[in-house]
């Protein structure tokens, strides 16, 4: 058997919660199965469960009893993490101070016995893969961090791993570096063709890479859906907050129609109810004249972003309404304005308490 | 202007205090070379006391440096390994084995001798050999290795690079060879340091343990300085500074050239 030969498996995940000695229960008992080839994000604000439920994966943390893993149809979880064929990002990188930058990415294949020559080819394929060329011989503290970065994920997808696991790879950098890799990761994540399961707490990373996004929230699993579900289809008011600027308006439904203080929203389809919960993204509100609409408001704030302008709304719902107009639009504070939102675009949540 | 003052001032004090340190040493050492210590230097200088004291006593300083490396070995062998296990397990067992290991810190060395030689002091054999200093002298050094190791692994994040290498299908033991040890590397050699010089020089527990047959350099010392006349004491602390102070230098530079990796 050819050592270095893998394939993206598709995981099984069975009923896998974690209970830590001390109690704290980071993730209830769960269930989740991923793609051969996809590229799956766990998204969630901190402390939600999302490196416990990736080291659960890698074989970093066992599950509590009668959790399972599944490599595709291989149950791997009493398999060490040596054993289970994955590659790891880790936050902090991890890569090793003793070594050069290439013995970094050569680590795996030389653990797998893998001759010196097929192993500096297979280094030179990283290096120009992750674009860290002329690097080779640099120790680590040698690097910036998105050097560093890169050299990590070499080092991870050399041993072509069944699975690729990333824990915040970008966290650590610094914004337009952040932009620049992240869109880079994602070439990379689709020509590798590679299962993928990216942690992340950034919701535009996690809309960017994802195939789909599980989104998370205490431990427990919010929502599963591509980027467009999770985004336009919230399950409930978490997702929709976390995922995406989001504006929640409460108010009773009757014949179709969701009543606010400032008039009326036209709904797609939706039984009467005294008391609702809706949400409606900021890029979906059209600013129009008030005479004929049916809702209205005043201008409360205008701020000028560059590519849009954001403003804000009273008087219209309970609460001040988030309205991403465009740039070109002259809108003044203190102004009256009639609001348009397409019926598709109001998202009726279901009631929580 | 000011700058100077202070800077001379300083010096001055730092100079000052090397030398209240300095100078004992200094008046030792040419005591042991001196042919008549209480007719002061001009009595001619001599190798005499030193030969003397190198007849006497090279079985002591022979088995001083036996039972330094060997203690050395020891710690190495297990004290590596446990501060790794301590490290990377954690929770509150690790912290209670821990607290163990540093005990003999705490506690008098003549106590611990003491124990010693209640628990083991009936096995006939064992308490008639070296054996039994070193086990004395690995109790008492075992809390430095482990300390000064497990200082490091909390420095570097030994944990994630040990998952690190663990992922891309290392075993244990490669991982210990490949990633651990060279990157504790700083810490195992401040700790080879500290075990050495201790161990060269430990007297307490050493005295207590210790047969006719089995001395070290200090208690030999102790030795000389209660039965000999004073040149010959001195000329004992001189050798046991030219035994010492190279492995110092030599250990330093070591650690130095870790650091800088
Ligand atoms: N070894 C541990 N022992 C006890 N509790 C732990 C341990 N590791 C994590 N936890 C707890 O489990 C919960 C989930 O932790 P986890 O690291 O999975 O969160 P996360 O979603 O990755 O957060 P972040 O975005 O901050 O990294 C947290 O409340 C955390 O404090
Ligand atoms: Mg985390």
Known sequence: MNAITGHGAAVHIIDCGKTFPDGTQALAPASLDIIAGETLVLLGPSGCGKTTMLRIIAGLETPDAGGRILFDDTDVTAIPIEQRHVGMVFQSYALFPNMTVAENIGYGLKIRGVGKADRAARIAEMVALTNIGGLENRRIDQLSGGQRQRVALARAVAVRPRVLLLDEPLTALDASLRDRLRSELNRLLRSLGITAIYVTHDQAEAMELGDRIVVMRKGAIAQIGTPRDVYFQPQNRFVAEFVGAANIVEGPIAQGRLSLPGGWLALSDAADAAAAVAMIRPETIGLVAEGGASLCGTVESVSFIGDRQRVIVTGAASKPLTIDAPNGINVEIGQRVGLSVASAAVRVLPKED | ?261
């Open chain 2, 1 to 261: 202007m000011r700058d100077r003052l202070i800077f001379a001032g300083q010096l001055g004090f730092t100079l000052l205090v090397a030398a209240f340190l300095v100078v004992p040493v200094l008046l030792s050492i040419s005591a042991g070379i001196t042919v008549n210590y209480f007719r002061g230097i001009q009595s001619g200088v001599t190798l005499q006391w030193v030969a003397q004291v190198w007849g006497l006593y090279k079985g002591e300083i022979g088995l001083s440096f036996l039972i330094a490396f060997a203690t050395l070995a020891v710690t190495l062998v297990v004290g590596v390994p446990a501060a790794y296990g301590l490290h990377v397990r954690g929770g509150r067992l690790s912290r209670v084995i821990e607290e163990i290991i540093t005990l003999p810190l705490a506690i008098p060395g003549l106590a611990i001798a003491l124990a010693l030689l209640l628990t083991y002091g009936g096995f006939g054999g064992f308490r008639q050999s070296w054996l039994f200093i070193l086990v004395g002298h690995t109790v008492f050094t075992m809390p430095f290795m482990v300390r000064s190791v497990m200082a490091v692994f909390a420095s570097v994040d030994i944990k994630t690079l040990d998952e690190g290498a663990a992922s891309l299908g290392a075993s244990p033991w490669t991982r210990f060879c490949n990633v651990i040890v060279p990157n504790a590397l700083p810490g195992i050699l401040a700790g080879s340091l500290m075990v050495i010089t201790l161990s060269l020089g430990e007297f307490n527990l050493t005295w207590m343990l210790h047969t006719p047959l089995t001395k070290t350099l200090p208690v030999g010392l102790a030795d000389s300085y209660a039965s000999m006349r004073l040149e010959v004491a001195s000329a004992y602390t001189l050798i046991f500074f030219i035994m010492i102070v190279p492995l110092l230098v030599a250990m330093q530079m070591f650690a130095d050239k870790g650091e800088k990796q």
